[in-house]
């Protein structure tokens, strides 16, 4: 029963957390791995870092619109 709920709230994670991206693939293809015989450090390990790709290419997504706005509000006032 333990297996299952990380294995639910690890899938959740996924789905939801990845920034936009749609990875039910990806849910599936860790799922089908678990139940071949891969452990949970495994899982999470694979959980963390999809999340950190999508959360790199948000922020690489706003870091220019970010960066214009911050310089051009400094230099407005002269």
Do not use: C
Request: charged share 20%.
């Amino acid at each position: 029963m333990k297996r299952v709920k990380f294995l639910g709230l690890a899938t959740w994670m996924i789905e939801h957390l990845s920034f936009g991206v749609k990875n039910e693939a990806l849910a599936g293809d860790l799922v089908e791995e678990i139940q071949l015989g891969r452990s949970a450090a495994w899982l999470w390990r694979q959980v963390s870092i999809t999340i950190a790709i999508g959360a790199s290419k948000a922020v690489r997504e706003v870091a220019v619109p970010i960066l214009f706005a911050a310089t051009w509000s400094m230099l407005y006032p002269m």
